[in-house]
Each structure stands twice: as C-alpha cells, then as structure tokens.
Nanobody
C-alpha cells in the first residue's frame, strides 16, 4: 500500500493542525495504522495508532491533545493535533500494517513546526 501524508506546516504554540494520510487502497480491514514522529537528533517515536477494532493508543506526551481517526470511505487516517507545543516540532510519518503478517508501509513524512 502507498501512503501520502499531508497537512503539516508552521503554527504558533497553542494552535492546531490536522494531518492526513491517504492510502492507495481500502483501509477498512487494515490491522493497524498510525503516526510516528522524528525530531532532529532523535529516534522516530510512536505518536498514535489506531487498531482495526477501533482501539487507540497514544504517546503519553500527546494524550488529551492529539486524536487519531480514520475515514474508511476516503481511505484516510487523520491526526488532529491541538494545543501544540514547540516540543511537538518534528517530521510526522504515517504508517500502515494491513494484516498481522504484512510488512509496514510508510508515508513520506510531513513537517510540523511549532513556534514559541
């Protein structure tokens, strides 16, 4: 599956952004989709993930501020980011694991910059 991430940009602290990850195929039965981020000098870290049963999982640092969701009709996963902080600045990557036996597919990354 091919993934296309978009929606990044420059925002002031306290602002909001919504990232989108459009898949090349149907995501309705996907086992797992989510977002990682990588800040300069840091390793890629999980931000949020959405399981096929609707359960979600968030990094502690974004709980209560970020929300992951998906629109199966549009084959798109979203990451709504509110109350953004400078430490949220990173390149955000979406990913998908279509089945338990699939390899992980990655999007190309979208830059999010939060100014103080």
């Amino acid at each position: 599956v091919q993934l296309q991430a978009s929606g990044g940009g420059l925002v002031q602290a306290g602002g909001s952004l919504r990232l989108s990850c459009a898949a090349s195929g149907s995501i309705g039965s996907f086992n797992l989709m989510g977002w990682y981020r990588q800040a300069p000098g840091n390793q890629r870290a999980l931000v949020a993930r959405l399981f096929s049963d609707g359960n979600t999982d968030y990094a502690q640092s974004v709980k209560g501020r970020f929300t992951i969701s998906r629109d199966n009709a549009k084959n798109t996963v979203y990451l709504q980011m509110n109350s953004l902080k400078p430490e949220d600045t990173a390149v955000y990557y979406c990913y998908a694991v279509p089945t338990r036996f699939s390899s992980t597919s990655w999007g190309q990354g979208t830059q999010v910059t939060v100014s103080s």
